[in-house]
């Protein structure tokens, strides 16, 4: 596709899903959640042909030599597609917020003033390797009355074409424009350039990726950007705690998988409990392969566990997001020392205290900086789907609009809405 070519497809989708969000605006909420119960429908009826388009993409990215990780992001195994399906039926059984008036009242010159949430309008989203995004981004921006324009990976193309396909099945069938959603159908880049410097046409994009292609949107984007760059996410076991429970969650905050943005990357723990919890979590890492990059104190208690793989941490490795069975470990003073480390070294995207001391949890809460903080549960819940947002569309470390994981409202504004009866202003 040359320059020209790649301009006026790039137009013509920008044009196309301007014309569809008018249409989305004004959709019942019956017709949309008839769309989204269609689409849980068509991704369980065709889970084996799915896994046949899909199968194209990971062999592909297995000749290209692609990390496990990024191999291990691209699967659509039937859990995969059972989890969007559901995330679908989930938004489907959710009330509609559009429309919705919030805070009207009475001024005291007789006018009635509140906040009417309305749908954004066209939002891009570009996003890298997991193809069940397409899917969350897709069935979100039905909900919320939108009308969205998908890039995703060139790694991930076949799974995306199929996907796309029946989200576009669902919204014929159900009555609403098919140009609703969209997928960019080329691999060529010149499109993500064209895509967000498209303000006539494009009210927000959505990156979700490495941070590399994150960087680069924010830089260029010419549109509102929601955005996160990092998960160093961390897991601070406090003094006093419950040491089984800490090892039970430490171990799977970071183990349960280690490609998300919301695994655990750093572990601080309390000088009073290392002794005892360090050798335990310890044990636990070294079986599964873990290898932990330790402050002087942590590694003079870790070395001492049979089959560890332990290492000194530099300064980067506070800072670091690995995305792999690595795992920074620091012991801490207690509760203040956890929370200016993570405010120092955190990127503000979820972080967890484990205790048992009730004011310890609620300064947490009030002095970590994150998007997402948590007493007594592991990193891996900061996800839209565990928060019963039906689904989410990317975790926003922003603090203007959306902040966390971003789910229907988050795909809304909202607008004043005045009701008068004939006041006119003195």
Known sequence: MNATNTTEYTLALGSQAKVASALMARAPAAMKNRALRRLAELLRENTQALQVDNAKDIERALANGLSAPMVDRLKLTPKVLDTCAEGCEQ????????????????????????????????????????????????????????????????????????????????????????????????????????????????????????????????????????????????????????IAMAVKVADNAKTNKYSPCNATEGLLVARGVAAEFLPLIGKVYADKGVEMRCDAEGRAILAAVAGAKVNDATEQDWYEEYLAPIVSVKVVAGVDEAIAHINRYGSHHT?????????????????????????????????????????????????????????????????YVVLGEGEVRK
């Not at 009330?95 to 509140?114: C, L, N, T, Y």
């Not at 954004?120 to 979100?140: D, K, Q, W, Y």
């Not at 789907?385 to 971003?406: C, M, N, Q, W």
């Open 91 to 242: 938004l489907a059984a959710m009330a509609d917020v559009i429309g919705e008036i919030i805070g009207m009242k009475q001024q005291p010159s007789g006018i009635r003033v509140g906040q009417m949430r309305v749908p954004i309008g066209v939002f891009g989203m570009i996003f890298e390797s997991r193809p069940n995004v397409t899917i969350e981004a897709a069935s979100l921006s039905i909900k919320s009355g939108n009308a969205c324009i998908l890039r995703g990976g060139s790694e991930a193309i076949d799974s995306n074409k199929a996907l796309a396909k029946l989200v576009q099945q669902a919204l014929l069938e159900s009555g609403l424009p098919s140009d609703a959603v969209q997928l960019v159908q080329t691999t060529d880049r010149e499109v993500v350039g064209q895509l967000i410097a498209m303000p006539q046409f494009v009210d927000v994009i959505i990156p979700r990726g490495g941070k590399g292609l994150i960087e680069r949107i924010s830089r260029d984007a010419k549109v509102p950007v929601i955005k996160h760059l990092d998960g160093n996410c961390h897991t601070y076991v406090d003094d006093p705690c419950d």
């Open 351 to 415: 972080d967890a205290i484990l205790t048992t001391n009730h004011v310890h949890a609620q300064r947490f809460l009030r002095e970590v900086d994150s998007a997402s903080v948590m007493v007594n549960a592991s990193t891996r819940f900061a996800d839209g789907f565990e928060y019963g947002l039906g689904a989410e569309i990317g975790i926003s470390t922003d603090k203007f609009h959306a902040r966390g994981p971003v789910g229907i409202e988050g795909l809304t504004s909202l607008k």
